[in-house]
């Protein structure tokens, strides 16, 4: 899975701010902004996985759909499938 523009430069400031944390400690509004950084960066990689598997679809050696059945209701509600 490949990272978006943002995710990138979310964990390039979490990693700025880690380092800077074991070199010479953060201020009390750093440590804000990395919380608040590492909350975005989570719900972000949540809302991407998510959405991977939900437009995923799995076939077993033999050519037959083995998608979970749960992955295929969700998909239905979506509209992504016709069965």
Partial sequence: ????KE???LLKR???LAHKNKKE???EAETRERERLRREYIKNFR???RSN???MRIFDKNGKEVTPEKV???QRKKGLRDD
């Fill in 72 to 74: 295929r209701e969700v």
């Fill in 1 to 4: 899975m490949t990272e978006s």
């Fill in 14 to 16: 979490i990693n700025e």
């Fill in 7 to 9: 995710q990138e430069k």
């Fill in 47 to 49: 809302e991407t996985m």
């Fill in 53 to 55: 598997i939900e437009m």
């Fill in 25 to 27: 400690g953060l201020t």
